[in-house]
């Protein structure tokens, strides 16, 4: 049972503790006494004992004997059926696990681990990484001391002579070895078998009293020893995959330098500076908080957050992440977003998100493993029982072989071959910029074969700009009404409008500033209208001039050629005559034919989706290399798009916009350009590329097809080791030595292969 049973009848108190070390709940309850505000607990004795909550409001328990990604995988099976449950979120090496609950179902939620046969501890706050790394200390020597012990055991069977005296030694140095090593395996296993439950822990009790029963405690210590040690190698391997990517919260400075209401700067704790405030980053220094520039030009490496290897330059109105290194010169920003609320923490909390979501393989292996197990134990009983009476073995020989199969049936490397390559792969593209929401989604990208991409904001910049002017008449004077076009272009919000009013600013000279604009008015799909400088005029598009008869022979063919290479036209005009032609173009993005080239040598074929004019789409998609295309889509004509571009499963989707969201939320994989993507379009997606390079969509491809390889690899070594040891056993000399190594092998070999992810 755990060690305090009633978490629910505490929700007083401070949620978050800022001291290091943990808190044990369990400890400060005696006998006497009861809490203030205890509904449930009559044997509180100490009313300020912290409040068994992490640092975030959820539930936190230490549970001694969770120690591998198979106890793990017990405990989630064991939490399934209580509801109203968040995020699971399991630290191996502290051997702790974080439950989002609301305080209601506490109770439940330590009711299931007890019934796992798991005991567990009240936490107020998380083990400090000293406090982990003392314990994991500890825990190494005990268990180097056991496989010492061990080794003695097997020295005084091997070279002992053959009396009780010695016999005695020998039991007494295996019995001390098991103690050291594996009083939690065999209390875990009992306890399985207890419950009729057939897992790890379950066959190598069994094997390891068996073994000491029939007089081969030599082994029997020197097993439970090496497992025990393969255990926590396990666990480390485990930790180390998941926590890849949160060593980059101690990239984001503790202190800040803020200005003070006087005008003064001082150095604050990150954790108390508001948005609004104004914070002074020098050159070399880390930010340690998300903001805008304000004053100031420097180039800042940002690669810990987008991935992205070459300085970006940043000055006035530029955004800044937290984590990221001021080069070149001094910083000031305004603070956007809380230190517990940058991009650089929402990496961090969504990667942790997602890996508690068993990816489709890992559930396949679960699911194999709690055939597998069984099935073994069945054939271990076979061969102890059925040998002798069918094939005449000794008695005491055919319970070794079974005993040598158990141990070497330990489908421990199959279950963590899994969870470490996902974790892997999940950490390795947060390195790189891109933030996979899932297992599912890391493991789908492989599958994809057609690629939906959005036009404007995704393909292209998404800001227009003017490219070409032409005046319609021979008797205006282009600087005047360039003036004029300027002050009725800057009067409306469209991109469009915005872009020539931009274009036109940049070439007016600082006398020229805006004319006002009197009765001004807008036409929805047309254009602008009003009334400068004494002259009635219209800022519009082609539909809008031929409806008012304006259009001429030239005009129509300055139109088409525009038109023709990708231009967006519109045209200055009054009650008579059209006076001058403003071309508006949306250049591609820089990295957007190569990601097509990539996408294209990867086998999937791009697609462009657009709700702009097909002239224009066709000549976007024709530097792009991109053949085809789907023009003039509404939102709902894009969602149907991508359901009818290829089988199930087989398209993914990139957007920016609202109007993306249905289609990504309809694609197997969505993908969304985390910098300049709209929040709507953020949350249907189900990858994020931070750095807005496109290049990223096939390096994403590229890594789920190497995770998938590298799951299967990790597949068929597990079960190809242990099919060969099988057979040795069987119908060789397999000792439970060999089995041991076997099984330690397997799981090293997986581990370190599924690792190499880090690595790339």
Excluded at 164 to 182: E, Y
Aim: charged share 15%.
């Amino acid at each position: 049972m755990p060690s305090h049973s009633h978490p629910h009848s505490h929700p007083h108190g401070n949620h978050g503790h800022d001291h290091p070390h943990a808190h044990d709940h369990a400890a400060a309850c005696g006998s006497a006494g009861n809490c203030n505000n205890c509904n449930n607990c009559n044997n509180c004795g100490d009313a300020s004992a912290p409040t068994p909550a992490a640092a975030d409001g959820a539930l936190l328990l230490r549970i001694p004997a969770m120690d591998c990604p198979t106890e793990e995988a017990l405990i989630r099976q064991a939490l399934a059926d209580v509801a109203d449950l968040g995020r699971l979120q399991f630290d191996l090496a502290a051997r702790t696990l974080a439950v989002d609950a609301p305080p209601a179902t506490w109770g439940a939620v330590t009711a299931a681990v007890a019934r796992a046969g798991f005991t567990s501890e009240l936490l107020s706050a998380p083990p400090s990484a000293e406090a982990t790394a003392s314990a994991r200390r500890r825990e190494r020597t005990r268990l180097l001391a056991a496989l010492a012990v061990a080794l003695g055991a097997e020295l005084l069977h091997a070279i002992g002579p053959d009396d009780a005296v010695w016999h005695a030694a020998g039991m007494l140095f295996a019995a001390v070895a098991i103690a050291l090593s594996g009083f939690a395996v065999l209390g875990k296993g009992l306890a399985s078998l207890a419950r009729w439950r057939l897992d790890i822990n379950a066959l190598m009790s069994v094997a390891v009293i068996g073994a000491f029963v029939i007089g081969q405690w030599p082994e029997a210590a020197m097993v439970m020893a090496l497992y025990s040690l393969a255990e926590l190698i396990e666990a480390a391997s485990v930790a180390r995959a998941r926590q890849a990517i949160t060593g980059l919260l101690a990239l984001s400075p503790t202190q800040a330098e803020v200005r003070q209401p006087d005008g003064s700067w001082r150095h604050m704790d990150a954790k108390a500076v508001a948005p609004g405030d104004t914070v002074r980053v020098k050159p070399g220094e880390r930010l340690a908080l998300d903001g805008t520039v304000s004053t100031g030009r420097s180039a800042v490496d940002q690669s810990p957050v987008t991935g992205e290897s070459i300085p970006v330059d940043k000055g006035p109105g530029d955004p800044v992440f937290a984590g990221t290194v001021n080069q070149s010169g001094a910083l000031e920003f305004r603070v956007t977003r809380s230190a517990t609320d940058t991009v650089l923490a929402g990496i961090i909390h969504a990667v942790e998100a997602a890996q508690s979501q068993r990816a489709p393989t890992q559930r396949f292996v679960d699911r194999f493993a709690s055939i597998y197990t069984p099935a073994v134990f069945v054939l271990a009983l076979a061969v102890a029982l059925g040998a002798p009476l069918l094939l005449g073995w000794p008695w005491l020989a055919a319970a070794y072989k079974a005993l040598v199969l158990l141990v070497i049936a330990c489908p421990c490397a199959l279950v963590i071959s899994t969870p470490v390559t996902v974790v892997s792969g999940l950490a390795a593209a947060a390195r790189r910029g891109i933030l996979i929401k899932g297992g599912v989604h890391l493991e789908q990208a492989r599958r994809l074969r057609v690629m939906a991409l959005d036009k404007t904001g995704t393909l292209t910049a998404g800001h227009p700009r003017l490219v070409a002017q032409q005046w319609m008449a021979d008797d205006l004077d282009p600087m005047r009404w360039r003036r004029v076009a300027r002050s009725l272009a800057a009067r409306s919000d469209h991109p469009v409008s915005r872009a020539i009013a931009a274009g036109l600013a940049g070439e007016a000279s600082e006398a020229q500033q805006p004319l006002p604009v009197d009765d001004f008015g807008a036409e929805v799909g047309r254009g602008v209208q009003g009334r400068v400088d004494g002259h009635e005029l219209i800022l519009g598009n082609h539909r809008w001039l031929h409806e008012r008869g304006l259009c001429t022979p030239a005009l129509e063919a300055a139109m088409q050629a525009h038109e023709a290479q990708g231009h967006t036209v519109s045209l200055l005009a009054d009650a008579h005559r059209v006076l001058a032609l403003f071309a508006v173009a949306d250049t591609p993005r820089a990295s957007a034919r190569e990601a097509v080239a990539e996408l294209q040598a990867l086998g999937v074929r791009p697609v462009m989706l657009t709700g702009d004019n097909p002239v224009t789409a066709q000549a976007i998609a024709a530097t792009l290399g991109i053949t085809d295309v789907r023009a003039q889509l509404l939102p709902h004509d894009k969602q149907a798009a991508v359901a009818a571009l290829g089988e199930p499963g087989t398209v993914g989707m990139v957007g920016d916009g609202i109007n993306d969201a249905p289609s990504l939320a309809a694609a197997a994989v969505g993908f969304s350009l985390g910098a300049a993507g709209t929040d709507t379009a953020k949350e249907a997606a189900d990858v994020l590329v931070m750095n807005d390079d496109l290049r990223r969509v096939a390096e994403t491809l590229r890594l789920s097809r190497r995770t998938h390889g590298l799951l299967w690899q990790n597949i068929t070594l597990a079960l190809g080791i242990k099919a060969v040891f099988f057979g040795l056993a069987v119908f060789g000399s397999a000792t439970m030595w060999m089995a041991v190594f076997a099984d330690m092998g397997a799981s090293l070999l997986v581990v370190g292969n599924g690792l190499r992810l880090l690595r790339r």
